[in-house]
């Protein structure tokens, strides 16, 4: 194969082209190659994801009742606007898991270091890491062996979180990973050298329907070994009208959020949803602990997706059912730690019992 040749001296000092090619050239190249291979890859995935998108968006929005799913609101606009959402006094689940946190840290401490002082912490959805940061802190400060993997679906989020953790604690050592948990599942049953405690705060498994969170559990029941752990947030039930206050905040961050999902759409798939004409409204359901967001059209509208060559109509009133936020109590939590694998080491409550942090272990018999 000719590569572009190199050119050499011949006898007369003349300058010849020939066929040779220098290792530098040769490195070059190879780096060529790799690059446009990179760059091919990244397009083909990224082709891939939209496509996803589009598939799982227009079977959603062609069905009855219409619905989105909510693992679509974090790109990274929404994942800011989640942020804001996070530091609201209205959404209590983030003051309660700090005041578990704060107060409980040594206890929670001592459990996850039981049978050995060196163990890492993969947090799955790891957000802003504010909460996580004061048991890292506490950590850090018992000189526990340990490294922080924080697996995020936004990149913008994963590397606000690594430099924030950096400057507040140097001397730890972080791995962060940009990808949904599910993508995430092989990079953590490879984590295998040394004792591994899975975080999944901020009753993240709220967003899943019982189907969804009891696959999730079995596949992270899956990766895990006999000594590995699971740290998990449940937002419990109780009166609606805290439940829904968190949910229709008066600053309007909850509607941004859904919103925010059209916005995405007309983005990324060239549609032309019109924001004005939807409006946001949350549910909750005392008997099964069902919080549900839901978009309703305000008038009877279509909007166009013309990459796809497709039209969907709303009609005035129509709902799009968005997320779901599932409240439990602690016979709920026992069931799914037991019907998937697992047994309850310890809950952890908060002062008004509003929250839990569950510990879970393999369980062995
Ligand atoms: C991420 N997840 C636990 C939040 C929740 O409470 O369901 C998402 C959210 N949706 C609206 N506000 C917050």
Redesign the pocket.
């Known amino acids: 194969m000719y590569l572009n040749g190199c050119w050499k001296s011949n006898q007369n000092g003349r300058k010849k082209k020939s066929n040779c090619i220098t290792l530098s050239q040769i490195s070059v190249l190879f780096l060529r190659q790799k690059c446009l291979f990179n760059i091919k890859f990244y397009c083909m995935k990224k082709i891939r994801l939209t496509t996803r998108f589009a598939e799982d968006v227009l079977k959603g929005l062609s069905s009855t009742p219409k619905y989105l799913s909510?693992k679509y609101f974090y790109d990274d606009e929404g994942s800011r606007i989640?942020q804001k959402?996070m530091q609201m006094p209205e959404?209590y689940?983030t003051d309660c898991e700090l005041e578990i946190f704060q107060k409980q840290r040594q206890k929670i401490y001592e459990l996850f270091a039981l049978n050995s002082k060196s163990f890492d912490l993969i947090e799955l959805g790891a957000g802003d890491g504010i909460k996580t940061a004061i048991l890292l802190e506490h950590f850090v400060g018992q000189d526990a062996a340990f490294e922080y993997m924080p697996i995020d679906i936004s990149g913008e989020v994963v590397s606000k979180l690594t430099q924030m953790m950096s400057n507040r604690l140097p001397s730890l050592k972080i791995n962060g990973k940009t990808g949904d948990y599910f993508e995430m599942m092989d990079a953590i049953n490879r984590y295998d050298h040394c004792k591994k405690v899975l975080l999944f705060l901020?009753?993240?498994i709220?967003?899943f329907n019982e189907q969804e969170a009891h696959s999730f559990l079995v596949k992270l029941h899956a990766a895990m070994q006999k000594n590995d752990l699971l740290f998990i947030g449940f937002?419990l039930k109780k009166d609606s009208n805290v439940i829904l206050k968190?949910?229709n905040d008066p600053q309007g961050y909850?509607a941004a959020?859904n919103l925010n999902l059209l916005k995405r759409m007309n983005r990324e798939l060239r549609a032309d949803f019109y924001l004005d004409n939807f409006e946001h409204e949350e549910f909750y359901d005392v008997a099964t602990g069902r919080a549900e967001?839901y978009l309703f059209s305000l008038k009877k509208q279509m909007v166009n997706f013309p990459d796809f060559h497709r039209n969907i109509t709303f009609e005035k009133g129509e709902s799009v059912f968005m997320?779901m936020?599932q409240k439990y109590d602690l016979e709920m939590i026992n069931e799914m730690a037991k019907n998937s694998g697992f047994e309850v080491v310890r809950n952890f409550h908060d002062s008004r019992l509003y929250y839990v942090n569950s510990l879970w272990k393999v369980r062995t018999r």
């Open positions: 909510s989640f959402i959404y689940l901020g009753s993240n709220g967003n937002d968190a949910y909850t959020f967001s997320e936020s």
